[in-house]
């Protein structure tokens, strides 16, 4: 077909799905040049406002997306967007920009012929590699994958022959059920839901959560429209004014022009830091805001709404459902959480949207577990070469791995199609999968490239476990012993806590063994529970991370469990940890909990104990007859000595003092103590009770 023929169809089809509410995925197979300028011609034929262009050879006028965060793309549209595979095909953009295309808008890829495409994906190539993986370790599975899945899709193909056009389009949208200013019926109820957290009891607040596009930014703007006509005060706060224009606008355009200033746009890290308050605080994409930003938001303002998306691949992790979410059943049990299913952008049987979700996996299975404890689970072993022909069992791994981790993206997926040392290991009954565990296999360097690692002469990719035992921890020759890291381990919500978990490291301790692996680790964002049940499985803390994880304060830590080595080799090092922990808690843990702190560490040896003299000053002082200053070096090294059989309500005040170096007025607030000597009474009784038989 001549191009000026196609592009004649192009626009009639763009036409036709204007009228239908939705968007138009074209791709466009041929080679670079060409398709450059055909775009270029397609671009001076239609119409558009905004163009986003994610790839090199952007023109002009479009807002080049790549380099962008995935989050930076939230709550943006566009009426174009083109995808130049030809540089570089980063998925989670691409999953991530797909959602700011408006009704009647077109995505546009631009690729080679498909199998050319896929050919030329080896690490010769690596721009054309679906995700800038590691080349050594690349082998093409998740580019196989998405040009499959990819054929399937409901979209218009084009080659230098012909252009086919959809499958099938869909119907009309639905007739609008909503009254103005709503466009949907359950936009309207998040209104409502809105405005009686404001009505309504403190305290409750509501968490407004929806895939791209279905009016979120705009309920909170129309509703604070109507709050503010009625005089209320209003903040609202997102990661960034960007984020945060769509609810502006709406609000704008409904409020009365006398009360425009009864709502301010505040970004979050200036909200902390003013004392400023109001009848209501929006916060939009607050999936976006690290979580202890919201817990502190959460303290300062009693009526609060949460507007948000949720999918990893945009950026926000699902750390705020998973995290944010834990949080709020703590703090304020009565609050609430609404979903808006229903797309406002475009019309839910959206083919982009379609393609998309497709495409990469993102669905989640809507299907029932059913699981019976008495019926067999068997444990099986998958590696990248075995999911091509088992997209179904994928599907399931990926989604656990989704739900259950907040940093899960799209590239998780690609490294499980092409990272030929990842292995995963399910646990199944009747086809589905329980719980599953994703596995790294490393080691096994040679020892004079260890050695140069320990130097920090270099560094390998994938190594993560060796790396930091070569590094961090000056083992290098435990990175050339063969090692597995536990990636990932995630039990499906329903079915947690009730020892799935442990029998999955169970059969992953018995493999291991059979392939002589010599030690099994792990490294993740340390919270008590956590740790507890690692601890319980046989894994010893060797090292905690100096930086905490921006969304979620919490530190790294690494974990070691001999197989077939030599057990002492990894008490040494838990030894060692706790010893390195203790001495620089205060200056390097500054928001560590205590009690983590406290199951952290572990007994120290070598703290001499107290003289008898030194005792007897301890009991004069639990009799009120010596002053704490005075016995103050007497108790930290008591404290020291015998922590870890101490009950709770001492430990933890003691490790706060003795550890963490708190103040007085930072210890008193944190267990809400009166005054010191009020401390000071409960410290006494509980010391006397504790050294009367030494004395
Ligand atoms: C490297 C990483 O991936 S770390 C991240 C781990 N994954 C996640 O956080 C995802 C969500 N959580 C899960 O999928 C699961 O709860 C897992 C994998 C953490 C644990 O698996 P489960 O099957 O729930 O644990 P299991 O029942 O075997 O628990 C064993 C022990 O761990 C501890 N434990 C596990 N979960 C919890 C919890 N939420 N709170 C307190 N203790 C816990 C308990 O001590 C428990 O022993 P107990 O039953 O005698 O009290
Ligand atoms: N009631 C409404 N009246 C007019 N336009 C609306 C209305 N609700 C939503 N829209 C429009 O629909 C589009 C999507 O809405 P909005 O941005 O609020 O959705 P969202 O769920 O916040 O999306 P994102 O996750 O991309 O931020 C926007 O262009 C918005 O202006």
């Known amino acids: 077909m001549p191009v000026t023929a196609l592009l004649a169809q192009l626009q009639q089809w763009q036409q036709q799905a ?33 163009l986003y262009w994610l790839g090199t050879e952007a023109p002009a006028d479009a807002v080049n997306l790549t380099g962008k965060q995935n989050y930076q793309l939230l709550g943006s549209e566009c009426d174009v967007l083109v995808v130049n595979a030809f540089s570089g095909f980063n998925a989670d953009l691409v999953a991530a920009s797909a959602g700011c295309v408006k009704a009647g808008g077109i995505w546009l890829l631009l690729c080679p012929p498909f199998a050319k495409w896929q050919q030329q994906a080896n690490p010769a190539h690596k721009s054309l590699l679906p995700y800038p993986l590691d080349a050594a370790t690349h082998q093409g599975g998740f580019l196989s994958f998405w040009l499959t899945q990819l054929q399937q899709q409901n979209a218009l193909f084009i080659n230098e022959q012909h252009a086919t056009e959809l499958l099938s389009w869909p119907a009309m949208a ?50 604070a429209a109507q709050l503010a006509a009625a005089g209320k005060q209003i903040i609202l706060t997102a990661p960034s004014p960007q984020a945060a224009a769509t609810a502006l606008t ?24 003013s004392t400023k308050t109001a009848d209501l605080l929006l916060v939009d994409e607050a999936a976006a805001i690290p979580t202890p930003v919201l817990q502190q938001l959460l303290q300062r303002f009693s009526r609060i709404v949460f507007a948000t998306t949720e999918h990893g691949y945009e950026g926000t992790g699902r750390g705020f459902q998973l995290r944010f979410q834990q949080y709020l059943n703590q703090q304020c049990p009565g609050w609430r959480k609404l979903q808006i299913q229903q797309p406002i952008r475009y019309q839910q049987a959206d083919p982009l949207e379609q393609l998309i979700f497709n495409c990469f996996l993102l669905r989640q299975s809507s299907n029932e577990l059913t699981y019976s404890a008495k019926d067999k689970i068997s444990a099986l ?7 091509l022909n088992n997209t179904n069992k994928l599907q399931q791994v990926f989604s656990l791995l ?21 292995q995963v290991v399910t646990l199944e009954q009747n086809s589905q999968v329980l719980a599953c565990v ?20 270099r560094r390998v990719q994938g190594h993560l476990l060796a790396q930091s035992l070569a590094f961090h921890l000056a083992q290098p020759e435990l990175a050339s012993l063969s090692l597995w890291r536990i990636m990932r381990i995630a039990v499906q919500p329903a079915l947690q806590k009730q020892g799935l978990g442990t029998k999955l490291l169970g059969f992953i301790s018995q493999q291991a063994e059979q392939q002589n692996i010599r030690y099994l680790g792990t490294s993740f964002g340390v919270s008590t529970e956590l740790l507890q049940f690692w601890q319980r499985n046989g894994y010893q803390a060797i090292r905690l991370g100096v930086s905490s994880d921006k969304a979620s304060a919490e530190y790294s830590i690494l974990m070691l469990k001999p197989v077939t080595a030599d057990g002492e080799v990894v008490q040494q090092l838990n030894r060692q940890f706790g010893h390195n922990l203790f001495l620089t808690l205060s200056g390097q843990y500054p928001l560590l909990n205590t009690r983590l702190a406290l199951q952290l560490a572990t007994p ?85 009770k504790l050294i009367s038989a030494a004395i």
């Open 18 to 50: 204007a009228q239908l509410h939705i968007r138009l995925p074209v791709i466009w197979q041929g080679s670079q040049d060409n398709l450059l300028s055909h775009a270029a011609v397609l671009l001076s034929t239609i119409s558009y406002d905004k």
């Open 604 to 688: 120290l040896p070598d703290i001499p104990a107290l003289t008898e003299a030194e005792l007897k000053q301890l009991a004069l002082f639990c009799r009120n007859q010596r002053p704490y200053e005075l016995i103050e070096p007497i108790l930290q090294r008591w404290f020291c000595k015998h922590y870890h059989a101490l009950p709770p309500e001492l430990a933890a005040p003691l490790c706060s003092l003795y550890w963490q170096h708190s103040s007085w007025p930072a210890l008193l607030t944190q267990y809400g103590f009166n005054n010191k000597n009020s401390a000071l009474a409960l410290f006494r009784q509980h010391i006397a």
């Open 381 to 387: 072993t998958y590696q990248a070469k075995d999911w």
């Open 438 to 457: 994703l596995i790294s296999s490393e080691g096994d360097i040679p020892p004079e490239l260890a050695h140069q690692i320990y130097l920090g002469e």
């Open 250 to 273: 709406h609000f704008s355009q409904h409020v009365p022009a006398a009360q425009q200033s009864n709502l301010q746009f505040i970004p979050f890290d200036e909200l902390l830091r």
């Open 402 to 422: 989704s739900l259950a981790h907040y940093q899960t993206q799209i590239k998780d997926l690609a490294a499980l199609l092409d990272n030929p040392r990842l």
């Open 174 to 223: 639905q007739p609008n059920q909503a009254t103005a200013p709503c466009i949907t019926a359950e936009q309207q109820v998040a209104v409502k839901a809105i405005l009686y957290v404001v009505s309504g009891h403190r305290r409750r607040p509501l968490v407004l959560t929806a895939d791209r596009g279905r009016g979120k930014s705009a309920a909170l703007g129309i509703t």
